[in-house]
């Protein structure tokens, strides 16, 4: 296990704990240990409000290195419920993409099995009420209000490669606490912005999934890669600048890791001792330059062509298109996939048990493919997407998962 302290023997100590972790078992211990070691910062009152915020922003498995893995969101609601809290919510917003197609990140990552498995509420934060608040460049989004009122907060977000912000961590995954098409004005001065949001409201414990990372052209397009470590903090600031380190970022890359430090958050003394004190884990892959038309297709004057013509652009055969000339990184569909896990097929099966390493619900390798309900399996199709062997046995429909499949089913296979 890392650990790096900011500013010991100081009450804002900032201090990052690093484990390593890749299997179930791994996962949940994983957590199990770093909130023991967190247990003071918990809240005392067991009807605190708690919210969790993952990084659920797009509709790509979770195995892709995109979005929170079920494992961890599974094994950090199951540690709170014993510990007795009785008010947990998990909420956040997705993308400006995928909320205005009224696609529901929830469902397609089946988040929603934590419903019935642990009782927690969903919440999406796209259509909360908000509070406004004043940024960089006339940039004033409002930031939902179930943020806003929880009693404690925990960003649980992804390691990633972002083409504009270079880095998606914790300081990024608080964009999402913005409501709605407001998104977009965070993106009026993206590297100012993600950090002025994060002096708006901080969260209490950060839990970053570092499990399956996204590097090359992150967030949306970029390949998946075996990162295996958890971290847990207080400090967003001290977060993303460790987990910078460990991927081979040097910080200075990160603008937004400039502003914090341009504010002081960071110092010279902590930057270095981070580099000192700690190893490069595993070096990232850098996303790769943005193409002039990506830029455009961002740029804010341009925003009234942008509405003019989005009843065209959105088709998904014209998004298609704009994916290939490398404007656009995501290609939505409206139809959720109907897959069903139905069972394991013992004549392919080679007994490797990946399937039962990545099993958020922690199945064996007999019940794989025989639970296949709540809240015995939450029909995340883990199993399948990590099998070399085709040996799970799907019904239903791809619709617009076909697409995914074909651009992740391999390199998840491999992780
Ligand atoms: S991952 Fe596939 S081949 Fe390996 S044990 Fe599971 S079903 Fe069998
Ligand atoms: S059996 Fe497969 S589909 Fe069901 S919860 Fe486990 S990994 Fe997900």
């Not at 580099?275 to 790769?288: C, D, F, G, N, Q």
């Not at 290609?331 to 069903?340: I, K, N, R, S």
Request: charged share 25%; hydrophobic share 40%; aromatic share 6%.
């Amino acid at each position: 296990m890392l650990s790096f302290t900011a500013r010991p023997n100081t009450a804002n100590a900032g201090r990052v704990d690093v484990r390593p972790a890749w299997t179930t078992p791994e996962v949940v211990s994983g957590v199990d240990a770093l909130l023991e070691q967190w247990s003071a910062s918990l809240p005392a009152d067991r009807a605190t409000a708690i919210v969790i915020k993952p990084n659920l922003n797009n509709d790509l498995v979770a195995l892709s290195g995109n979005c929170t893995d079920l494992r961890v969101l599974d094994a950090l609601c199951a540690n709170l419920r014993r510990r007795g809290y009785t008010d947990i919510t998990i909420a956040d917003g997705s993308n400006v993409g995928i909320a205005r197609r009224g696609i529901s990140t929830f469902r397609r990552l089946r988040v929603d099995s934590l419903k019935i498995r642990y009782g927690v509420r969903t919440v999406d934060l796209n259509t909360d009420t908000g509070t406004p608040v004043v940024l960089h460049n006339d940039a004033h989004p409002e930031v939902a209000n179930t943020i806003l009122n929880a009693g404690f907060l925990i960003s649980v977000p992804k390691v990633k490669t972002h083409a504009e912000a270079q880095l998606s961590c914790a300081m990024k995954n608080w964009v999402g606490i913005c409501r709605g098409q407001d998104k977009r004005h965070m993106h009026y001065d993206l590297a100012r912005n993600i950090f002025a949001i994060n002096e708006v409201v901080q969260p209490d414990l950060i839990l970053v999934d570092g499990l399956v990372g996204m590097e090359g052209n992150g967030p949306g397009d970029g390949e998946p890669f075996r990162f295996g470590q958890l971290a847990m903090s207080d400090d967003a600031f001290v977060n993303d600048a460790v987990i910078a380190h460990l991927v081979g970022l040097p910080w200075r890359e990160v603008p937004y890791l400039q502003h914090a430090f341009n504010a002081g958050l960071l110092t010279t003394d902590i930057v270095e001792r981070i580099a000192a004190e700690l190893p490069v884990l595993r070096p990232i892959k850098r996303p790769p330059a943005r193409t002039r038309l990506a830029m455009m297709a961002e740029a804010r004057s341009l925003e009234w062509l942008k509405r003019t013509v989005r009843p065209i652009v959105q088709k998904p055969e014209v998004t298609e298109i704009a994916y290939k000339l490398k404007i656009v990184q995501d290609v939505y569909f409206l139809e959720d996939d109907t897959l069903q896990v139905v069972g394991r097929d013992a004549e392919k099966c080679g007994t490797c048990a990946r399937c039962v390493d990545f099993c958020p619900t922690g199945l064996t390798l007999a019940d794989i493919g025989v639970k296949t309900t709540l809240p015995d399996c939450a029909q995340c199709l883990y199993c399948w997407w990590v099998c070399p062997k085709d040996a799970i046995v799907l019904e239903g429909e791809e619709r617009g998962m076909a697409r995914q499949i074909q651009r992740y089913k391999k390199d998840i296979e491999q992780l």
